[in-house]
């Protein structure tokens, strides 16, 4: 079992989790006390509470992210070297490269929307122009960002663990040392009983002498 692979399933499982804790989350703004009348009462806002085009983006994003972190999720528990299902072990690797890949894309979809709605949140924030409710970071962007950070690093070490998976120890080898011997006694042997019986006149002068 790999190391490596296990770590890249805790990261991208983990990012995964948070990145659904944050989507459904209502905390993705509060407001801030500095603007607010009343310091005692916060208003939360989140994906799910406000029809703006910057939401309606940040909600597309965010929803993608987890789709693909699900497929991920699954392609990795397929592509892990200790499960069964998957086939050969280049076919492991090839599904684990790609849950990489698709760990890699959810975690930048996650990143994109939080990034985008908390770049409207501080946009208004220091507007002075901006006379109405402001907000500042919720904790729920927080999570998102965590989230996706962790989906990117678990994607990164799945798409290196194919390396691991293809260096797999190659079997076959012939030891051919005894063989030679062999071969080279017979050989030899071979030679001697060439020699005997191409020259048999030799033999036969030697023997007619004595």
């Given at each position: 079992?790999?190391r490596?692979?296990i ?6 499982i983990g ?5 659904v804790?944050?989507t ?9 006390r500095a ?5 005692a009462?916060?208003?939360?806002q ?6 703006a085009g910057?939401?309606q ?5 965010m929803?993608a ?6 497929f991920?999720s699954i392609f990795a ?9 998957g086939g050969s072990?280049?076919?492991?690797a090839?599904?684990a490269c790609?849950a990489?890949?698709v ?7 996650s990143?994109t929307g939080?990034?985008l709605?908390a ?5 208004e924030?220091?507007d002075?122009?901006f006379?109405?409710?402001k907000y500042e970071l919720?904790?729920a962007l927080?999570i998102?960002?965590?989230g ?6 678990g994607?990164?070490i ?8 293809s260096?797999?120890?190659r079997?076959?080898y ?6 030679s011997?062999?071969s080279s006694?017979?050989k030899y042997?071979?030679?001697?009983g060439d020699l005997?019986?191409?020259n048999?006149s030799?033999?036969f002068d ?5």
């Amino acid at each position: 079992m790999s190391r490596a692979q296990i770590s890249a399933l805790v990261f991208g499982i983990g990012g995964f989790g948070a990145l659904v804790a944050a989507t459904a989350s209502n905390e993705w703004k509060v407001t801030t006390r500095a603007s607010s009348v009343i310091t005692a009462t916060w208003v939360y806002q989140g994906l799910w509470m406000n029809c703006a085009g910057y939401i309606q983006a940040c909600r597309g994003l965010m929803i993608a992210a987890v789709s693909l972190g699900f497929f991920a999720s699954i392609f990795a528990l397929i592509g892990m070297k200790c499960t069964k299902v998957g086939g050969s072990d280049k076919a492991k690797a090839k599904i684990a490269c790609l849950a990489g890949i698709v760990f890699i894309l959810s975690g930048l979809c996650s990143m994109t929307g939080c990034s985008l709605y908390a770049n409207k949140i501080t946009t208004e924030f220091f507007d002075p122009l901006f006379v109405e409710q402001k907000y500042e970071l919720g904790a729920a962007l927080f999570i998102g960002w965590a989230g996706a950070s962790l989906c990117i690093i678990g994607g990164v070490i799945f798409c290196f663990s194919i390396s691991d998976n293809s260096k797999a120890p190659r079997m076959g080898y012939t030891y051919n040392g005894a063989t030679s011997v062999m071969s080279s006694r017979t050989k030899y042997h071979g030679r001697e009983g060439d020699l005997k019986t191409s020259n048999p006149s030799k033999q036969f002068d030697k023997n007619a002498y004595v």
